[in-house]
């Protein structure tokens, strides 16, 4: 496939973030936030689960039965921060939650990679912990200056990952350098917790092929944000959806036209299970019904 086929088929991709345990009103029990957010970093989906694993299945279906109902192209990307790969052959749990979209490529993202390694380092205050995540970033990422073009993006901070065999190398050549004496600060603590460190790296060393980039991903996702700033900015300056929603019905009738036409309205509730109910309802629990007018 040419650069430019590749590139426009990569319509939409998106970003799964298993957060953090909840801790509060469910004490005791282990509370996981999943989110799904598109490309251009709009939430498609938020719930809150007992667990991680087969909870999310009901979220995944929900999520491509809303793309196929939309009659919109099935992402082709999907950066998550676990379940990349599984040993051996087969599909991983997620790949298979995700069956509904075959072709979907799933990829580590990159900023939890490094978050794994980081644990390896005795403190994050040492001193030396900003000169490590900043070489590992370079190891990973590199300048992007093939030719003129992808130079003139190099001088605009545009990075690549520097592809599996080199970055392995480069980041093992770091954590030697670490180990050594020039990993500690000038009372001799050292940065890296050696055994830790080893340990992580020899797990860690195998997802270094799922943070590779797609080919031409970096120029595809300049060009959606470039279109996306390309429409004229709205007269109406306001973030109120209910205002601008009345604004365009109120322009329509007198106007014949939206004043601000870039303004979609929220549609119609899907039945789709979102945060807390989608909790609840795993757990048997109908979310209260709140009377908007009540106290
Ligand atoms: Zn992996």
């Not at 595809?220 to 019905?249: F, I, K, M, T």
Request: some cysteine; charged content about 25%; overall charge positive.
């Amino acid at each position: 496939m040419g650069d430019e086929e590749w590139m426009s088929c990569l319509r939409k991709f998106a970003v799964v973030g298993i957060t953090k345990k909840l801790s509060g009103f469910a004490k005791g029990t282990a509370l996981w936030l999943t989110s799904v957010s598109n490309e251009v970093g709009q939430m498609l989906i938020s719930v809150l689960t007992a667990q991680e694993g087969p909870a999310l299945d009901t979220m995944a279906a929900d999520l491509i039965r809303r793309y196929s109902n939309a009659g919109v192209a099935p992402p082709q990307l999907l950066y998550i921060d676990c379940q990349c790969c599984r040993e051996g052959t087969g599909q991983s749990k997620l790949k298979q939650r995700f069956g509904g979209w075959p072709d979907l490529v799933v990829k580590l993202d990159i900023y939890h990679f490094m978050r794994r390694l980081a644990s390896g380092c005795t403190k994050d205050a040492h001193p030396l912990y900003p000169i490590f995540m900043s070489r590992l970033s370079s190891c990973i990422l590199e300048w992007d200056s093939g030719d003129v073009a992808l130079l003139r993006q190099a001088k605009r901070e545009q990075r690549r990952t520097s592809g599996e065999r080199q970055m392995i190398i480069m980041i093992e050549l770091l954590l030697n350098e670490l180990m050594g004496v020039k990993g500690r600060d000038f009372l001799g603590v050292p940065l890296l917790d050696h055994e830790r460190m080893k340990h992580i790296w020899q797990i860690q060393k195998k997802h270094v092929k799922c943070i590779q980039d797609e080919a031409g991903l970096n120029r595809w996702n300049q060009d959606r944000e470039a279109a996306s700033l390309a429409v004229r900015p709205p007269s109406l300056l306001s973030y109120s959806g209910d205002l601008v929603h009345c604004v365009n019905n109120n322009s329509v009738k007198v106007l014949g036209r939206k004043l601000v036409p870039s303004f979609q309205p929220p549609t119609v509730y899907t039945g789709e299970l979102i945060g807390i109910d989608y909790l609840y309802r795993q757990a048997g629990r109908a979310l209260q019904h709140v009377q908007p007018d009540s106290e």
